[in-house]
Structure formats: structure tokens, C-alpha cells
T-cell receptor, first 113, second 111 residues
Framework: SQTIHQWPATLVQPVGSPLSLECTVE??????LYWYRQAAGRGLQLLFY??????ISSEVPQNLSASRPQDRQFILSSKKLLLSDSGFYLC????????????FGPGTRLTVL | GQQLNQSPQSMFIQEGEDVSMNCTSS?????WLWYKQDPGEGPVLLIA?????ELTSNGRLTAQFGITRKDSFLNISASIPSDVGIYFC???????????FGKGTRLSVIA
């Protein structure tokens, strides 16, 4: 069976500090991978998605970047965090070439102070 | 970008009552998905719909893909306290477009 992991689970960072959130998927090959942000009490905002290693599509211009160094690894980064980067970050995967049913990870709660 | 209108935004119901929520779009979708999110966790897929008119059940949950392909409904029968959470609809216009999510329906169940 497939599983998706995210870490860390929670993170408190000062404004201006760098960020690196990691997501890994097990049990499948060449998945489509996604990063979402969810502000408190709000819906899901798609940030990035990737259909393969090194292939990243950005949905919203922002202070963040994404990378996919390995087939089942997706990383969300920032060089300098802003207060507005606070939120709940979710990674998701779906089958490549299959139904677009997305499966979410447990999320990372980021607080920027 | 595309938007989904999900309603109601929140609901307070008595345990045992039935619940109904829906999503509408101005565009035709070829996929409708329903997720539930518990506090502090990632959304969990409840039901996936891929054909207009499709009616699918998952235990006490039933969802339908509207025949116009512009809407979808989720019904929960005989609600219980563990049904509490935020329910999201999501849809996809075509194979090359990403999923679009509704803003969620927050469900509270009063025992």
C-alpha cells in the first residue's frame, strides 16, 4: 500500500529564516506530487505540482519554491520566511496517468514569528 | 482561475440527523471528489466520482455527480459525533488541469 510522509509535523521559525519542508511517498513509482497551503479556517491553495523529477509547475507567484530531487521526494523551500507564510502545508500525491484522486499527507503546521 | 462554490459554509446539527452539502461550478467538470479533514490532519478521501449522474455510497455517506456536470452533492445519514470536521469538494475540468477545491463545509454535531 502507498503511504505519504511529511516532516516536520510542526515548525516555528523567525521572520527572515530559511525553510525546508519534506514530503516522501512510498509504495508507488513516478507519482504526481503537490504542495498546498491552508490558512486557518480556509480552503486549500495549490502552490506547486510535479509530474516528474526536476519538473515543477508553480500555481501562485510567491516567496516559496519547490524541488523534486528524487522520484518520490518533494521539498518546499524558502530563503527568507515572511509572516504571511504561516499556515498548514499539505503534500499530496496522485497516480501518474491515472484518475486524479489525490491522497494527502498529515501536514506541517508552520508558524512564522 | 476556476472556483467552486461550496455550501453551506458551516452546519450545526443534532446527532442522528441527516446532512446535505453541495458544490457548484460555472464550468463542466469531469471529476468530483469529496474529502474530510479532521483538525490538524490532512484531508482524507471519502468518495470519488468520474461519470455524470454517478451515485456512490461509502457507509453512511452518499455522493452524486450532477447530470449537468457542474455540481455535486454529499449526504451523510444518521450523523454521529465523529462526523465532525471540514468537508471539502474538489473538481477537475480536464486531464491537464489541477484539482480545484471548494472552501469547505464545517460540520458540528451536537450529541
Amino acid at each position: 500500500s502507498q503511504t505519504i510522509h511529511q516532516w516536520p509535523a510542526t515548525l516555528v521559525q523567525p521572520v527572515g529564516s530559511p525553510l525546508s519542508l519534506e514530503c516522501t511517498v512510498e509504495g508507488t513509482s513516478n507519482p504526481n506530487l503537490y504542495w498546498y497551503r491552508q490558512a486557518a479556517g480556509r480552503g486549500l491553495q495549490l502552490l506547486f505540482y510535479s509530474v516528474g523529477i526536476g519538473q515543477i509547475s508553480s500555481e501562485v507567484p510567491q516567496n516559496l519554491s519547490a524541488s523534486r530531487p528524487q522520484d518520490r521526494q518533494f521539498i518546499l523551500s524558502s530563503k527568507k520566511l515572511l509572516l504571511s507564510d504561516s499556515g498548514f502545508y499539505l503534500c499530496a500525491w496522485s497516480y501518474s496517468g491515472g484518475p486524479d484522486t489525490q491522497y494527502f499527507g498529515p501536514g506541517t503546521r508552520l508558524t512564522v514569528l | 482561475g476556476q472556483q467552486l462554490n461550496q455550501s453551506p459554509q458551516s452546519m450545526f446539527i443534532q446527532e442522528g440527523e441527516d446532512v446535505s452539502m453541495n458544490c457548484t461550478s460555472s464550468s463542466i467538470f469531469n471529476t468530483w471528489l469529496w474529502y474530510k479533514q479532521d483538525p490538524g490532519e490532512g484531508p482524507v478521501l471519502l468518495i470519488a466520482l468520474y461519470k455524470a449522474g454517478e451515485l456512490t455510497s461509502n457507509g453512511r455517506l452518499t455522493a452524486q455527480f450532477g447530470i449537468t456536470r457542474k455540481d455535486s452533492f454529499l449526504n451523510i445519514s444518521a450523523s454521529i459525533p465523529s462526523d465532525v470536521g471540514i468537508y471539502f469538494c474538489a473538481g477537475r475540468i480536464s486531464g491537464n488541469t489541477p484539482l480545484v477545491f471548494g472552501k469547505g463545509t464545517r460540520l458540528s454535531v451536537i450529541a
